[in-house]
């Protein structure tokens, strides 16, 4: 059976242990951002809606807690859509033709970035979510350490897929790219309308219709829904907005993001067979 | 006769418009060094990037080791070692991890390549370097490195596009005993080089190509003899009637002229051929400025055939080697 993906696994991950800097980087930088942002924003957030009436009855979460799905969703999404940037730069300074002239199928590139990609998220969602235990998120309410437990395994499953399908999608575009400047511009593009047209920072209740609909056809939505699902629970209230997932509607989300993931992987299977880098 | 390890036959292929490969055929015999010769632009690498499987197949039938590069792709990577001519190395593993890395996804068993590695580490002698990132390497360190690298998975061809490009001239005789080495526990050497006197040294055939065709095919010294025994250089007083006298001399072969002189290449020993030419200048009176007495180099093969410097010039190019590419 070919495994050769796991050598292609085996060396992203050298490399990332291998650069500090960049480890320490993609460690500290969601972590800031929970802080600052969250801090900012939580305060105003919390002034606007404490004049909303919550049901006496209902969950009712802080905006931090709220934004804390947002931030785990956002910061997998930058870190997967960058995930494949490493092929460029074989592409142009290395090893890519030494992967291409080689017999092994070019699919085990695509598998083995895309591991790597997922192990390097999963790492970076634990770390948000005990730095946000840290500052007051309060993530997974009265849950007993079993329900934790599924929890967490929950959320790094949507996250898992989520990130494998952005990685295939980045390894497409870094294969079909000449340079590290062009690869920038057009992720920097794609990262808006869908960092925007997404319930990561705020209610999508409020968008109008055209954006609503957008906004369902992002994977982003879908993986905030099944994150807030497994942290936060199906029924809450957060800025004044009433929450309300039903187990059948996650799964959908789930499914949602798996067909995103088959979907970029067939992309990024026909560039890589088509792709000659002489 | 050997086998034929390398057989390409009709090969073209085209970017867009331009056809940078025009009809070419050869053959590499099994267990020799071979040299694919021309100028930037030539068409080698393209002829390379097609044996090697890298680009597509688009009109011609080329097999290595016995595989069809067209349809037989995987088998045929799964006989070759390539040293490209830019590095192709991960900077930030050591020596130690790029073969292991190399051995895995060649799918080669644990137990060979572990093995394999420690055999490639010494021939090319790194051992000191094994847990050292390729970045701290030498250019000719990281030269070996890529040649042990190819060389691993026990290819029956190794490709090796420039390998001494950018090497300063000691370690460049090192890589060259190297390859010699390798050739001679039986890899048939498959080589670029812009450096002829390399070639002409450690090469059993050579093929040179230019504007995607191949103009010229031999052993060093059939190439060279093609030029004549010796080449004399001459500045006299009067270089037209030195000319007109030395055309009808049996020895000569021929008579070029250049900016102050010419280049007169002769049949015989050109040891005893010039004093007697000399003296026949004097008699007639014509007084010689300069003069120098040379072996024909693979450069001079080279120039010769290539015309790289009388291209512009618009002399003859030399058709009558032209039916000699792949026959032997």
């Known amino acids: 059976m070919a495994m050769e993906f796991l050598t292609i696994y085996w060396r992203d991950m050298l490399r990332f242990v291998r650069f500090r800097v960049a480890l320490f980087a993609s460690l500290v930088q969601p972590a800031l951002w929970m802080a600052l942002y969250g801090a900012a924003m939580s305060a105003n957030f919390s002034r606007l809606s404490s004049s909303i009436p919550v049901p ?83 993530l997974f309410p009265n849950y007993s350490a079993t329900e934790k437990l599924v929890a967490i395994l929950g959320i790094l499953l949507f996250v898992g897929v989520f990130s494998l399908g952005f990685l295939f999608l980045s390894s497409a575009i870094s294969m079909s790219m000449e340079t590290p400047e062009g690869l920038q511009a057009v992720i920097t593009l794609l990262t808006l309308p869908l960092f925007f047209a997404s319930n990561a920072l705020y209610p999508i209740s409020a968008f109008p219709p055209l954006m609503q609909a957008l906004s369902q056809l992002n994977p982003l939505t879908h993986l905030v829904n099944g994150i807030r699902y497994f942290a936060i629970g199906g029924d809450f209230y957060a800025i004044g907005v009433h929450y309300f997932l039903t187990t059948k509607e996650v799964l959908m989300s789930l499914i949602f993001l798996v067909g995103f993931a088959m979907l970029t992987y067939a992309i990024a299977w026909w560039v890589f067979r088509k792709a000659v880098v002489t | 006769m050997p086998e034929n390890i390398i057989e390409v036959k009709d090969l073209e292929f085209k970017y867009g418009d331009f056809k940078a490969v025009d009809g070419v055929s050869f053959f590499v015999r099994e267990g020799e060094i071979f040299s694919f010769l021309g100028p930037n632009g030539a068409g080698k690498s393209t002829v390379i990037n097609i044996l090697t499987t890298l680009l597509p197949m688009q009109t011609g039938i080329a097999q290595v080791a016995g595989f069809d590069v067209a349809r037989e792709p995987d088998q045929v990577r799964r006989s070759i070692g390539i040293v490209f ?38 021939l090319v002698e790194l051992e000191d370097k094994r847990d050292v990132r390729t970045r701290h390497l030498s250019g000719g360190m990281k030269r070996r490195l890529e040649i042990a690298r190819g060389l691993m998975t026990r290819p029956k061809v190794l490709f090796l596009d420039e390998p001494t490009i950018g090497l300063d001239t000691q370690t460049r005789q090192r890589m060259w005993d190297y390859i010699k080495m390798v050739n001679e526990s039986g890899t048939t050497i498959f080589l670029t080089t812009h450096y002829m006197d390399e070639a002409d040294l450690v090469s059993n055939w050579i093929d040179i190509m230019d504007h995607g065709k191949i103009i010229a095919s031999g052993t060093p010294i059939k190439l060279k003899n093609a030029l004549g025994q010796d080449m004399i250089y001459l500045e006299t007083s ?16 021929n008579v070029k002229a250049t900016a102050h002189g010419m280049i007169v290449t002769i049949n015989t020993d050109g040891t005893h051929c010039l004093p007697i030419i000399m003296n026949k200048l004097k008699e007639k009176g014509i007084e010689i400025t300069s003069v120098n007495l040379k072996k024909p180099t693979l450069d001079d093969v080279f120039v010769h055939f290539t015309g790289r410097d009388i291209r512009n010039a618009g002399a003859e190019k030399l058709p009558k080697f032209q039916q000699k590419g792949g026959t032997r």
């Open chain 1, 56 to 138: 006496h009855d209902a969950v009712s979460v802080s905006y931090l807690t709220f934004m804390g799905a947002g931030v785990i969703a956002l910061t997998t999404l930058f870190t997967s859509l960058f995930g494949g940037i490493t092929l460029l730069f074989d592409k142009n300074w290395g090893l890519m033709r030494e992967l291409l002239a080689s017999p092994m199928p070019r699919n085990n590139i695509i598998i083995g970035i895309g591991l790597s990609g997922v192990t390097k998220s999963f790492i970076q969602v634990m770390v948000i979510m005990g730095f946000g235990l840290l500052i007051g998120v309060q």
């Open chain 2, 85 to 122: 001519q830019d590095e192709t190395l991960d900077r930030d593993l050591t020596v130690w991890e790029t073969l292991e890395f190399h051995g895995r996804i060649y799918s080669m068993p644990k137990d060979e390549r572990k093995r394999r590695v420690e055999e490639m580490i010494k």
């Open chain 2, 238 to 253: 009067d270089n037209i009637a030195t000319t007109d006298m030395l055309k009808a001399l049996s020895a000569v072969r």
